[in-house]
């Protein structure tokens, strides 16, 4: 409340004055009226077209209304004009990723590792990588999602379901080594943790598959049981169990 009451002081002496227009548009952003918030910043841009950080806050405002395809083309627009700015590139990055545009996403965030490494969030991005290989696998590309996959690890390497998913696409291109190996490591890293348990239990039936699989049914039986024994509603072991 105070800083409207200061911004609105300052812009009935100086009504136009952009950086005022600007700053009292994110906030309006910031305080859940983005739609009033972008009255203000608009208006700094019919005044200044080609101020950035106008540019960035009326990307910011587009979001939050919604209109992710316009908050884009603005943002990439201040990216354009002054390359390299965090917050356009966080924010971009950001939107594309909520269009489940995770291609570009990934490659906007990975602007931020050398340049600007204090906005570098790993486990966001390594998220976007993740998410990016899981559409991939709808499309049945199963190289390129592992080499999602094995990026999103690189940024993140204790990631559960990254690890799963990444086994599981081993297993899909007949590498069961590889894919014991990561579910293993799941089993491994993460039985103490009770957050995740479920990718726990995913990686005991994915182990019981594979052993079923190179009929060593002893192995599997032990494996699809103990997933029985941490989650008793896991219907894809009991499956593999013929029960």
């Keep these: ?104 996403a990934c490659d906007t965030y990975r602007c931020l590792k050398t340049a600007f490494p204090q906005e570098y969030n790993e486990f966001k991005i390594a998220c976007a990588w993740y998410e990016y290989g899981r559409e991939l696998l709808k499309q049945q590309q199963y190289i390129q999602a592992k080499e999602a996959f094995v990026e999103a690890l690189s940024i993140q390497p204790l990631f559960p379901e990254a690890m799963n998913t990444l086994g599981a ?7 069961f080594d590889h894919a014991r190996t990561l579910f293993e490591a799941v089993i491994k890293s993460c039985s103490l943790d009770q957050g995740n348990q479920k990718e726990v239990v995913n990686a005991y039936v994915n182990l019981g598959y594979i052993d079923n699989y190179i009929s060593d049914f002893v192995s599997a039986q032990k494996h699809l049981l103990k997933a029985v024994e941490l989650d008793a509603c896991e219907a894809e072991a009991y499956n593999h169990l013929g029960i």
């Design 1 to 104: 409340d105070d800083a409207e009451y200061y911004f609105t002081r300052v812009l009935q002496q100086t009504p136009d004055d952009v950086e005022t227009l600007s700053d009292i548009g994110a906030l309006y952003v910031e305080i859940g009226e983005p739609q009033q918030g972008l009255l203000y910043i608009q208006e700094a841009l019919r005044l200044a077209p080609e101020h950035t950080a106008a540019l960035i806050n009326s990307g910011i405002a587009l979001r939050s209304l919604g209109e992710l395809q316009r908050a884009a083309e603005v943002l990439e627009t201040a990216r354009s004009r002054k390359p390299g700015h965090p917050v356009a590139i966080s924010v971009l990055g950001d939107v594309y990723g909520e269009m489940r545009d995770f291609r570009r």
């Design 169 to 175: 696409v081993h297993v899909r291109l007949n590498e």
